[in-house]
Structure formats: C-alpha cells, structure tokens
C-alpha cells in the first residue's frame, strides 16, 4: 500500500479554480477504484487524497527501519529475509467488512485523515511505508477471519509523542521488538491470495513452527488504487 495517489492525475495547483479542479479528478479517481472494490469513497476524502498525492511528488517516503539477519536465495531469486524490527508506535484501526479489500480500504482511507492533519499537531505527519495490515487464520488454517488491523508506522520524529488522532477508531499502540520472515509479492490482496502466499512462505521455511501460526502481517508499499501491488507477507517468530 505505497500511498502513491494517481500520478498521472496531479498538477501543481495554480489558482483556486484549478485547486477544485484537481481535487475532483483526484476524488473521481479514487471513487472509481473503490467501486471496484465496492467501496463508497466519501466526499471528505478530497482533501486528504490531494494533501497526500501533492507531499508524495516531493517528500520521500519514510521506510520502516530493520535489521537484516538472513536472505535465503535460489537461482538468483531471494526466497526470504530474516529480519529484526524495533520497538515503535503505531496508529492502529480494527476494521471487519464483509470482504477483505473493503477493510484494508476503508481503514486506510481513516488513517490519511489522521496522517493529513486531522490530528492534535494539526500537521501533515508524512508518510511512511509499508502500511500493514495484521490478518488471523481460523483453526484449520484454511481462510482468513474477517476482523484485521490496519496500522501506520509513526515517523520517527514523532515516535516519542505522536500526535492523537481525532478519530476515537484509531489507537497509538507501541509494539515490541519483532523478528519476522517476509516474502514479497505482486498483485492484488485478498482472502485467497493472502492463504496462498501463508501457505506458500509456510512451506518454504525450515522451522515454520517458530512463527506464530494464526497471525500473520500483510505489508503493502503501494496504495489500493495501484494495478500491481508491491507486498510482503510476514511471518512473525514467537517471543
């Protein structure tokens, strides 16, 4: 879930005229994507959606730092990472529709207001990524559940005192330190992709019985909106 809004649609704003212009492509766009996903995209989403699309032409996104133990490798092609990530802060939303993609979207869409100033500091906190998304596997390890958390990693220049979010929804929790094994993927994120790349890590790890076995992340470094996603699964070790 890169936030990366639709490129293609930005322009620098020049007279307040063109600044309602933009923010309706912008809001269009984005409606149109939700609809794919079933999805309603509330007007309220303008402003949020062009803030976040304009810092994103100029800012770099913040990655989440970690250390890395281990790749494993196969022909050239990386199998997995070992890695180690510190203790953070992180915005945090429970969401549970009826489909997975409508969570992810519907609890992203709730953070950008959080990220794009709706917010005690009243600032553009900026963006970081990934944004991930903790998914659970019911008993037989056969399907996700529908409840998942969708969460934002504070920049680290706000990780001592995060601004509080106006939205009573989203939590500021602190997370441990983690070592996690991540696999990366392309494409869309839904119930069957997520079993399937659970399943596929699974059987690449030579331990899996280390990992927590019905928690799982699902990173994303591209936005809802994008056609070929940039994500990771994540397989966390147990403590």
Not at 74 to 92: I, M, N
């Amino acid at each position: 879930m890169q936030q990366e809004g639709p490129d293609s649609a930005y322009h620098s704003s020049g007279s307040g005229q063109e600044d309602e212009a933009e923010q309706e492509r912008l809001l269009s766009y984005w409606q149109s994507v939700g609809r794919g996903h079933q999805v309603d995209v509330p007007r309220d989403m303008a402003e949020p959606i062009q803030q976040l699309t304009r810092n994103n032409q100029h800012q770099e996104r913040e990655r989440i730092p970690f250390t890395l133990i281990h790749r494993k490798e196969k022909f050239g092609e990386v199998l997995y990472e070992k890695r180690q990530y510190g203790k953070a802060k992180w915005a945090c939303i429970k969401m549970q529709e009826e489909q997975y993609e409508q969570s992810i979207c519907l609890g992203f869409m709730k953070l950008m207001k959080y990220i794009c100033e709706q917010n005690s500091s009243g600032l553009y906190l900026g963006m970081t990524v990934p944004i991930v998304t903790i998914v659970r596997t019911n008993e037989s390890h056969s399907e996700i559940t529908p409840s998942v958390t969708v969460a934002y990693y504070l920049p680290e220049e706000l990780q001592e005192q995060p601004p509080q979010p106006y939205d009573s929804d989203i939590i500021i929790e602190e997370w441990p330190p983690t070592v996690v094994y991540t696999r990366s993927f392309r494409g869309v994120t839904n119930e069957d992709s997520i079993m399937r790349e659970i399943n596929f890590l699974e059987e690449l790890l030579e331990s899996p019985e280390l990992c927590l076995q019905n928690i799982f992340i699902v990173a994303g470094y591209t936005n809802p909106a994008a056609a070929n996603r940039h994500n990771e699964i994540w397989f966390l070790q147990r403590p």
